[in-house]
């Protein structure tokens, strides 16, 4: 690939640190393999509508950093998508088509333009990285 792309001013060169963040929603109890789906549509849209400079600065490092975050409801996902928009971060809702474990029309992701996080990234601090509930099934063999 070509040089890494990097801005720069009077005083310095910044290379950026560029990350993808994709928010999931909690309340659908999704198996992984259909979370698994709507994150991967999430980061390919959030992708191909990114700005180009970030998005080649993702590519060129080859990293392709993504963070999925935890939104506990649909209404949380509109409201961390207000959230965002207000601090001109754009962003894409993902609506299931209810072929599968879904009901249809259902909001399941979110999915973040690349930023860089050394410049955004406090703004994704108060969310939380999204951790699945622990189930422990035991089966006894009598």
Request: hydrophobic letters at 40%; glycine letters at 4%.
């Amino acid at each position: 690939m070509g040089s890494n792309p990097t801005w720069s001013n009077k005083m310095e060169t910044i290379k950026p640190n560029p990350v993808m963040y994709i928010f999931v929603n909690k309340s659908l109890g999704m198996s992984p393999g259909k979370m698994a789906a709507q994150v991967a549509h999430a980061a390919v849209i959030a992708s191909d509508k990114s700005n180009p400079e970030m998005r080649n600065a993702w590519n060129e490092y080859g990293f392709y950093t993504k963070l999925v975050m935890e939104a506990r409801d649909s209404n949380h996902l509109e409201t961390i998508m207000k959230y965002l928009s207000e601090r001109n971060i754009r962003s894409w809702i993902i609506i299931d088509e209810g072929r599968t474990e879904i009901k249809k029309h259902t909001l399941t992701a979110l999915g973040v333009e690349i930023v860089d996080k050394d410049i955004k990234g406090e703004i994704f601090k108060s969310f939380d990285l999204y951790k699945p509930e622990l189930t422990i099934t035991v089966k006894w063999n009598d």
